[in-house]
């Protein structure tokens, strides 16, 4: 009899390592990189390759309609997408767009998600092209964005050597700090009949409900004549997202708990559920904030506004964080899980 | 008070025109074609173009577990991109896949559905270059497929002009009719303990379990040097991708039902189940055929068998259908609703 086996126990990233073997080697001279970044990389010609990410949003898992207005639903299923083509050091260019409607969704409704695509698009200099919508018993957004770049200014998460400094821009934590705000107010609302007062925490709740993709950063960095080893989003949280730049790379890092940026806000909230900051700045998912390794000297022709440094990467393979106490800690790779 | 409008009230085709409304004007000059075609058609310099197309299976709405297989059902997600993308004369290069799990799917049933996709990729010469996954209440395979051709060779719907053939490839109905039998011979299972006999129905369930996307055809075209004037593949159901064809192209046609090709299965399921074959033909979906307007000395250059002709493009804007009794009936826009 056969063995099946849970996706639970093999966990997102397992499963898609024994999906790449299903898929078997790809055969084109044309593909630079295929799955494992970011995004894919495929020539197109004169030098130029396009990068191709996709990313779904499905309410109940990445959205609730009881706090995630229509508007910033469309803007972040595309700031999402944008912020893996800005993770490659790539400039976004199409989107397609595919939605999945319940019955409970009303034409104007999705005027307004459009809205906000529209808004996102036009601030990321993006265009949609093309769609397709679908009944769906969960409401669904799933995205593709395909952004274009010179092949020799790519940046994958392999590149990163020992010695290079690990930064960060933004601050860490304050997406997953603000999703426990929202989280606990509607839970307030729903026992209690209490008013939400969202105003002491209008910072990361907006991080929460209207991240942006760090576009900015490219352009500081080209005009700085920085090219960073290593880059990838902070989609899943600061440490899951050291190991997979760590494991593409062969390096090791240490981290510094007291250096990572952490917002007064995201303090607050960690003091209001007894939890501890660094845990929502390392765990924390959905910053959608750049990890990248670059050596000192580079590191020094950035604004020192523009960026945190919170570690540097290491030859020895392991991943460690020194505490304030001065303890040094394995870095255990937990994100957020879906399943 | 604002009123809501339902989904259903505008459809699905009229839902896109107020979407493409909400995202305005697309201002860039790569930008050749955007929404509104099987694909769109975007510049990649030297007189090449991209198109690129999404197309999303929902479980209970394009599919069913009991009786789709999971290795069928990732080559059919292939295929009916594929299709989209050979309905504007172009090559299929590279895929991306997003999966929505629900919690009672393995790990052994996900490697089985990208058996299919790699199969399915490997047929039509392209390639998975990325992907997401993430759970999901219903499962769910959301595609994109990129392809490539020259500029110049590109057909869109709009082209068509009177006095040209309107012509298919294949069979029609010939998947609806297949659906009928297989959601039938799963309703007697459940209620008689009957155990299904597929047998005198392979070819039909067939095409709707494993649809093939007609890239041979384009082959065929390229090597007779022939160049329809407009081409639409039918997802839909020929009466409303007749619509869609002639309302892009700002003609009319009359079709003949006496000229529909209808395989013998298909008769027989229209049979048993005391429908007309022409309603399959005319209003059943999924058939991933092409529909193609071509001047007759076009149509002369190729084999007789690769194609049927169903009618002819008219300037009168009237859609109408010659009935084997010599009446002349509007032929209505119906096909699959998923509202």
């Known amino acids: 009899m056969t063995d099946f086996t849970p996706i639970s126990e093999v966990g997102e990233f397992g499963l898609i390592d024994r999906l790449r073997d299903a898929l078997g080697t790809a055969p084109s001279d044309d593909l630079v990189h295929g799955i494992g970044d970011d995004a894919a990389v495929v020539r197109i010609g004169n030098g130029r390759v396009q990068v191709v990410t996709t990313d779904t949003l499905v309410e109940g898992v990445h959205f609730d309609r009881s706090f995630m207005s229509m508007g910033l639903l469309g803007a972040k299923a595309i700031a999402v997408n944008v912020s893996d083509v800005v993770a490659m050091n790539a400039a976004p260019r199409w989107a397609t767009v595919a939605l999945g409607l319940p019955n409970n969704v009303f034409v104007e409704a999705v005027e307004t998600l459009y809205d906000g695509i529209a808004h996102a698009c036009k601030q990321y200099g993006c265009t949609v092209v093309g769609g397709d919508i679908t009944a769906s018993e969960r409401f669904l957004v799933s995205v593709t964005v395909i952004g274009e770049a010179d092949e020799d200014t790519v940046i994958l998460r392999s590149g990163a050597q020992p010695g290079d400094l690990l930064c960060v821009t933004g601050d860490l934590g304050s997406a997953a700090a603000g999703l426990k705000v ?154 957020f899980r879906h399943f």
């Open 182 to 335: 929202l989280l606990a107010e509607k839970d307030a609302f729903a026992t209690d009949d209490a008013q939400p007062d969202l105003r002491q925490w209008s910072y990361i709740v907006e991080r929460q409900l209207a991240p942006h993709a760090r576009l900015d950063r490219l352009q500081q960095w080209r005009e700085a004549g920085v090219q960073p080893h290593a880059l990838i989003d902070l989609s899943d949280g600061l440490a899951s997202e050291v190991h997979h730049l760590c494991h593409a790379s062969g390096v090791g890092a240490r981290l510094e708990a007291a250096l990572l940026p952490v917002h007064a806000q995201t303090f607050k909230a960690a003091e209001r559920f007894d939890d501890r900051p660094e845990t929502y700045a390392l765990y924390g998912g959905e910053d959608y904030e750049l990890l990248f390794a670059l050596p000192e000297a580079q590191a020094k022709k950035l604004p020192g506004d523009s960026f945190a440094v919170v570690g540097a990467v290491t030859a020895s393979p392991d991943i460690v964080i020194g505490m304030p106490d001065g303890a040094t800690l394995p870095l255990e790779a937990t994100g």
